[in-house]
T-cell receptor, first 110, second 113 residues
Framework: DVKVTQSSRYLVKRTGEKVFLECVQD?????MFWYRQDPGLGLRLIYF???????EKGDIPEGYSVSREKKERFSLILESASTNQTSMYLC?????????FGPGTRLTVT | KQEVTQIPAALSVPEGENLVLNCSFT??????LQWFRQDPGKGLTSLLL?????REQTSGRLNASLDKSSGRSTLYIAASQPGDSATYLC????????????FGQGTELSVKP
């Protein structure tokens, strides 16, 4: 079974903090993705990566950065957390065809 | 630009009913169509993947079909159970969107005992 894990299920941070969300997959997938999910807005793609050290902006990259130093790990960084970044964050990895998601991190910024 | 729409947004049915969830997409140049299930507060679970050369896929009580020419996919759930209650999302993998998945807003299904 494909396994995508995320470092935390719930996270509470203060405004202005630097936040790291970690995602690890065990299927040797080339492609990894970070989404956020908000009521009424659906899933929105933040960043994605097709290979180690490669990154591409998604639809809403502002306020975020990413790091992919190893194939199995894709990190999402909130440089200076703001309250409008309170959301559910979902990581996914894929082979050429099918995406597999992690359990999600519910981030609250106060 | 690919757009994916799911109708209805919410559906409530009695246990045992067969039901169909609809997904439509605007750009027929897709390489796959994926159906997911999401339980409240959880991640997405992949249910079925239909590649562009296929017409349908089946897994247990689930059957998904794909008609690229009309821009539609359907997810058929046979003999629904309360445990099927969840939000169902479809997503189209579009060549013209750099290989990214474009998601619909989902259909929230409630199966009443």
């Amino acid at each position: 079974d494909v396994k995508v894990t995320q470092s935390s299920r719930y996270l509470v941070k203060r405004t202005g903090e630097k936040v790291f969300l970690e995602c690890v997959q065990d299927m040797d997938h080339e492609n990894m993705f970070w989404y956020r999910q908000d009521p009424g807005l659906g899933l929105r793609l933040i960043y994605f990566s097709y290979d180690v050290k490669m990154k591409e902006k998604g639809d809403i990259p502002e306020g975020y950065s990413v790091s992919r130093e190893k194939k199995e790990r894709f990190s999402l960084i909130l440089e200076s957390a703001s309250t409008n970044q309170t959301s559910m964050y979902l990581c996914a990895s894929s082979d050429a065809y099918e995406q597999y998601f992690g359990p999600g991190t519910r981030l609250t910024v106060t | 630009k690919q757009e994916v729409t799911q109708i209805p947004a919410a559906l409530s049915v009695p246990e045992g009913e067969n039901l169909v969830l609809n997904c439509s997409f605007t750009d027929s140049a897709i390489y796959n169509l994926q159906w997911f299930r999401q339980d409240p507060g959880k991640g997405l679970t992949s249910l079925l993947l239909i590649q562009s050369s296929q017409r349908e896929q089946t897994s247990g009580r689930l059957n998904a079909s794909l008609d690229k020419s009309s821009g539609r996919s359907t997810l058929y759930i046979a003999a629904s159970q309360p445990g099927d209650s969840a939000t169902y999302l479809c997503a189209a993998g579009s060549y013209n969107q750099g290989g990214k998945l474009i998601f619909g807003q989902g259909t929230e299904l409630s199966v009443k005992p």
